[in-house]
């Protein structure tokens, strides 16, 4: 079972930055692959960033503004997030995108315009 706790969130002003952590523990050697999504009230969870290997991906809102990364001897994952406009507002979950855990609490992201 692996357990995954998001951090980092917070109420930042349009066109400032966040950095969002994921850690995850339990029985998890090496994240191989995770993704970070968000969901904004009254709308469904949507992938933001992708993880997978050394390759990663994003969502056309996010392209050239978010930056995922990781760290292995942490087991943690990161979400930078620059350039943030009011619509980037949701919280923010981290999962293993093909075999998900069980979801964490998320990090409440909110910008102000």
């Known amino acids: 079972q692996v357990h995954l706790v998001e951090s980092g969130g917070g109420l930042v002003q349009a066109g400032g930055s966040l950095r969002l952590s994921c850690a995850a523990s339990?029985?998890?050697?090496?994240?191989?692959?995770m993704g970070w999504y968000r969901q904004a009230p009254g709308s469904v969870r949507e992938l933001v960033a992708l993880?997978?290997?050394?390759?990663?991906t994003y969502a056309d809102s996010a392209k050239g503004r978010f930056a995922i990364s990781r760290d292995n001897a942490k087991n943690t994952v990161y979400l930078q997030m620059n350039s943030l406009k009011p619509e980037d507002t949701a919280v923010y979950y981290c999962?293993?995108?093909?075999?998900?855990?069980?979801w964490g609490q998320g990090t409440q992201v909110t910008v102000s315009s």
């Open positions: 999962n293993h995108p093909f075999s998900p855990w069980q």
């Open positions: 339990g029985s998890i050697r090496s994240i191989n692959a």
């Open positions: 993880l997978v290997g050394g390759s990663t």
